[in-house]
């Protein structure tokens, strides 16, 4: 079951074309919603953490894969609908400040 589930998010293929081997997908897929419900991956992550930690062996490494995170239409810097503004006219600086 477990390694059916590290499959699924390794790959990240969809849950129907997960392969025969690992029996049925509809059934891989209760079995993970029902362990995040009840707490199950969390007692196991926890676990497993403290005795990483316990051995000294605990190490944190962040990584965003950049094709995954992507910004919404709005905030791509599209143009926006309506006439655009009129540029404002630009005016020759009076110079340095005398102080």
Known sequence: MIDAIAFKFQTGTQWVHLPEKYGNWRGVYNRLRMWAVDGTWERV???????????????????????????????????????????????????????
């Not at 894969?65 to 020759?92: C, E, F, L, M």
């Open 45 to 99: 992550f926890t676990t497993l953490m403290a005795q990483a930690d316990a051995d000294e062996d605990l190490g944190w490494a962040v990584s965003v894969d950049s094709t995954i995170v992507r910004a919404h239409q709005h905030a791509a810097g599209a143009r926006k609908k309506g006439p655009r503004p009129a540029n404002r006219p630009t005016t020759p600086s009076a110079g340095p400040a005398v102080g």
